[in-house]
Each structure stands twice: as structure tokens, then as C-alpha cells.
């Protein structure tokens, strides 16, 4: 791909672009778009980033084709929020998508609007997990709420209908069927492909459940955390050892009914299983009978117990990752077989990072560095190959889809584009630090609402409301953050310096209520 067909992307649909200077060709469309984002997919368990784990090779092959995003972040980590920030360019209080129990107001400005507007074929796949009806696409069909595992139901352009199948494969082949047969080609398409997985309860494909039996993974450094100068983070409900249920997270509904858990946690862990088909249930049994039968073998307790439940989490979770990455690579050969991998952004994030068992937890919603990461890889077309180090967060994802696709990025967006540093240009940004601020609770897992800055070095928290709590992390010489220096003799002049930016971005993003300093 040369760069002249790079270029065609920021030029207005219909503009005359020629690929070379000699002749005159057929004026080249603007770029197509495929965002993937699947739910809760953390950096760790991406082999581009992380190989400790797992190999990802469909997914590796975007960041092996086009940028990996060293410092990726989201602006609010939680499923919900995520999604208005990425699709408005916008942080939560203006979006109005605060926190997971929100109505999303579809008459606001996003991007696949903006891209409608001027010639886009659009369409969102999967998840979407924001209450109201998708509004500018052409085509929708999506998940309700979390969506399920197995033989899940989707809302597909109004009308509610359930397919058969595991959510992964059949996300997928709604996606690659709108490619092949639903889009208009003479456009340029955009199309949003979410999945769910792997977002609990890490429900396995039937094909994929003999994998990681055998295999142990090592436990994280700081799984057993003391929360020692803490608060928050002593005062969660997202922990392995206590909150993470034996049956419905972990599978354990044994046919004898011997195995007991959480009431309702127990109740719903049977009713997902009885989604499942005759077939699904068998091959289900096959596997986790057998570990239902050692498990009850065994008499596990204490840490031995708590570390059987990191290594079965990881296990399940590893093998929804392997369905997800298999499922990528079925795209990209889609793209590659027709045609459209020079003309079209391929983007891999998710809605948020996750914990694998640091601190002890599951789940995310801190801005504490595995949840507000979030992994980010782009493939453009004519554009560079490598690792890009600044700071992004998920608001800057609207813009630089707009800068693309030459629509002029509103002022009221509060992202940046990311279009030059796809390009290998120089970043025009004033950004010293980003904002985050995570509003839900009280809610499951009791992660108290703050918010903070982060600069390449420094992170700078405030847990607000009856916690009314700051901490403040050197990452340099603390990256698990186990350190909090707020208050520690020498940081006075540090941490004035953090606040006045803190106060500074709370202005810029419409939060001064918030401000408390
Ligand atoms: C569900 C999960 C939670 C999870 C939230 C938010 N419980 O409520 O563990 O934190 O979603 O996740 S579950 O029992 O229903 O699985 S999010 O990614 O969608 O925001
Ligand atoms: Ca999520």
C-alpha cells in the first residue's frame, strides 16, 4: 500500500484522489473502519503484549501489521461508559453515560452519526450494552444487556431473535455476513464488530474446553496484597479468594447437588448452564464433570483453595481468548480474501482491562494500572509499523475515525485524533496528563467512586464521598502500586503540581461539581 492511497482517507467522499500522478484512475474511496472491541479482554492475556500467558497470533497479526499502543488507557473502565466515551469522543458527565445503570441519549452527536452523514455505511455487531436503541447505523444488531454465552438472543434492527451457537462464532458470522452481503459496497463502510467475550462468566466454546486443563499459570506477585495505606482497595468486592463463586463463576454445579455457593450466584450459575442445547450440555459435562469430581476429591482450603480458583478463572478465561482470537483471524481472512485489507482501519481494543488475579481480584473499574489500560492496536493502510508511546485514551477514538474519514472534528470532542501518530507524524498535543473518573456505586464489587490524573509518571487518585481519600503512585519505582506516597514528606510540591492539573482537566471536561481540592 503506498501512501497516496493513505492519504485518499482525509480527503471528502467524493473528492478526486489518483493513486498516481501519471494516470488518471478511478477516484480512491475513503478508508473503510473496523473497530473490533471485545469485553474485558486485558493486555496480559494479548500475546502482542504480553506472552506470559497465552498466544493470540490473529490478533498479533494487527499490531505485526500496523501500531501497538504502549500506553493505552480508557477514560472510565467499565463496560457502558467505555462505549459512550468511544463512540461521543467525550468523558462521562458529558456524554451522559456516567456508569453502567445509565440510559445512553441517542440523539447526541457520535461518530458513526458523523460518518453516516457523509457517505458511511454503518453498523454495530454485539454487545452494546447502552440501554437505548443504536441510533446512526444502517444496520444493528445487537446483544441484550451482557448478552449469553450460549444460543444468545439478539435485537437485530428492532426485532428480537435468538440464534443458535456460542456468542463468539456467531457474532462473528453476523459480521462477516453484513460484509459480504448486508453493506452497500459502492460505500465505504464502518462497521463497530463487539464482542462479549471474554467477559464473565468466561463460558467456553464446547471445542475449546479440554485446552489449559493440564497447564498451571504462575500466580501474580501481588495476588496476596495486604492493601496496606489503601482504603479502596481493602474495601472491594472483587476478590479470587472471596467474592469469585465456586459454581457460578467456576462451574461447579455438580448433578449431585452437593456442591452449595451463593444462593442467587448458585441459581443463576444452573440457569446459564440450562441455556444450553443437548449437545452443548454434553460436551460441557464431559469436561467439567471431571473437575467437578476432583475438585470434591480434593478438600481444598485456605490458599490451597484460593489458588485452585485463580487457576480455574484463568483456565476458562484463557479459553474464551482462544475462541476470540480464532474468530479475529476469521476476519482478517475475510478482509485479506476480499480485497479490502488496503482500504480499510483495522482497530483490536477492548472496553476496558481486567485483572488476572493481581491484587488478588477479577474484574476492573480502578485506575489502578490493569483496569485503566486497555490493549490498542491499529492496522491503517500506507500507515507505520511499531510501538507508538504516548498517552491515548478511548475518547480519542471518535476523532481520529472523523480525521479519517475527512469530517471536520467538532470542538465540543474532547479526544484527539490519532491519525498522525498512525501515519508516523508529529503529535500537535498539548496533553500532559489524562483524566479518569469511574462514578458506579454502590454496586457489585464496591469499587468507591474517584477519580485522578495520571502523567507519564505519576498517578494521582481521590476516592470522593465517605472514603475522602487520595493516593498517589511514583510508577516508575511502584508499578503494582503498592506504595501510596500522598502525604509523604518531599511529594508536597509533586502532588501540588498533579492537583492543579487534576483541576485544570475537571474545568476543561465539565466536571467542576467534582472539584474538591
Ligand atoms: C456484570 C458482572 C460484573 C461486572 C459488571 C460490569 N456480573 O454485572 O462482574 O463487573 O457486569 O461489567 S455478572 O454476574 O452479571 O457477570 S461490564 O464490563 O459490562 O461493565
Ligand atoms: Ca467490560
Known amino acids: 500500500m503506498n501512501v497516496a492511497i493513505a492519504t485518499a482517507a482525509v480527503l471528502p467522499l467524493g473528492a478526486a484522489l489518483f493513486t498516481s500522478c501519471n494516470e488518471a484512475k478511478e477516484p480512491a474511496k475513503p478508508m473503510n473502519i473496523l473497530y473490533i472491541m471485545c469485553d474485558d479482554h486485558s493486555y496480559q492475556t494479548l500475546s502482542a503484549y504480553d506472552s506470559s500467558y497465552i498466544k ?4 498479533d497479526r494487527i499490531a505485526a501489521d500496523g501500531v501497538r499502543f504502549t500506553n ?11 462505549r459512550a466515551c468511544m463512540l461521543t469522543g467525550k468523558h462521562s458527565l458529558a456524554n451522559g453515560f456516567t456508569d453502567n445503570r445509565s440510559s445512553f441519549d441517542g440523539a447526541q452527536q457520535t461518530f458513526p452519526k458523523l460518518l453516516q452523514a457523509q457517505g458511511y455505511e454503518t453498523a454495530v455487531i454485539g454487545k452494546w450494552h447502552l440501554t437505548s436503541e443504536p441510533t446512526g447505523f444502517n444496520h444493528w444488531d445487537i446483544l441484550i444487556g451482557q448478552g449469553d454465552y450460549y444460543n444468545p438472543t439478539f435485537i437485530c434492527n428492532g426485532e428480537k431473535v435468538q440464534r443458535s451457537g456460542y456468542a463468539t462464532n456467531v457474532t462473528t458470522d453476523l459480521a462477516l455476513d453484513w460484509l459480504d452481503n448486508g453493506r452497500n459496497p459502492e460505500k465505504p463502510f464502518c462497521l463497530l464488530l463487539h464482542h462479549k467475550a471474554p467477559h464473565r462468566t468466561w463460558m467456553p466454546d464446547t471445542c475449546d474446553l479440554e485446552l489449559f486443563s493440564d497447564s498451571n499459570f504462575p500466580v501474580p506477585a501481588t495476588f496476596y496484597d495486604d492493601y496496606k495505606g489503601r482504603k479502596a482497595a481493602a474495601d472491594q468486592h472483587m476478590s479470587i479468594s472471596k467474592d469469585m463463586d465456586i459454581v457460578y463463576d467456576l462451574k461447579l454445579a455438580d448433578k449431585e447437588n452437593e456442591i452449595h455457593s451463593r444462593p442467587d450466584l448458585e441459581e443463576a450459575g444452573r440457569r446459564i448452564y440450562n441455556r444450553m442445547d443437548a449437545a452443548q450440555k454434553a460436551a460441557w459435562d464431559a469436561h467439567y464433570d471431571k473437575v467437578i469430581a476432583k475438585f470434591k476429591a480434593a478438600g481444598l482450603k485456605g490458599r490451597a483453595l484460593d489458588e485452585w480458583k485463580y487457576q480455574q478463572y484463568m483456565r476458562d478465561y484463557l479459553r474464551v481468548i482462544t475462541s476470540v482470537d480464532r474468530n479475529i483471524g476469521r476476519v482478517l481472512d475475510y478482509l485479506k480474501d476480499n480485497g479490502l485489507l488496503d482500504n480499510t482501519l483495522v482497530v483490536y481494543t477492548s472496553d476496558q482491562g481486567f485483572y488476572m488475579g493481581e491484587h488478588g481480584w477479577f474484574d476492573k473499574r480502578f485506575m ?38 475527512g469530517v471536520e472534528i467538532p470542538s465540543d470532542i474532547h479526544g484527539e485524533s490519532l491519525l498522525p501518530l498512525l501515519k508516523g507524524e508529529k503529535w500537535t498535543t498539548d496533553r500532559e496528563a489524562l483524566y479518569y473518573h469511574y462514578y458506579e456505586f454502590p454496586d457489585e464489587h464496591s469499587v468507591h467512586p474517584h477519580y485522578g490524573v495520571r502523567t507519564e509518571r505519576y498517578k494521582l487518585m481521590y476516592f470522593y ?33 498533579l492537583k492543579q492539573m487534576l483541576k485544570e482537566l475537571q474545568v476543561k471536561y465539565g466536571e467542576e461539581e467534582y472539584i474538591t481540592q
Not at 472510565?76 to 467505555?82: A, F, K, R, T
Not at 491503517?380 to 474519514?405: F, R, W
Not at 506504595?483 to 509523604?488: A, C, E, P, R, S
Open 56 to 59: 493470540t497470533p490473529n490478533i
Open 72 to 82: 493505552s488507557f480508557v477514560a472510565n473502565s467499565i463496560s457502558g461508559p467505555s
Open 368 to 405: 489502578y494500572e490493569e483496569s485503566f489500560r486497555t490493549p490498542l492496536l491499529m492496522r491503517l493502510p500506507g500507515g507505520i509499523k511499531g510501538d507508538v508511546s504516548e498517552l491515548v485514551q478511548n475518547i480519542d477514538y471518535a476523532p481520529t475515525m472523523l480525521e479519517l474519514a
Open 465 to 497: 464521598d465517605e472514603l475522602d481519600s487520595w493516593e498517589l503512585y511514583d510508577l516508575e519505582n511502584d508499578k503494582n502500586e503498592l506504595n501510596n506516597i500522598y502525604g509523604t514528606p518531599g511529594t508536597e510540591e509533586l502532588t501540588d503540581s
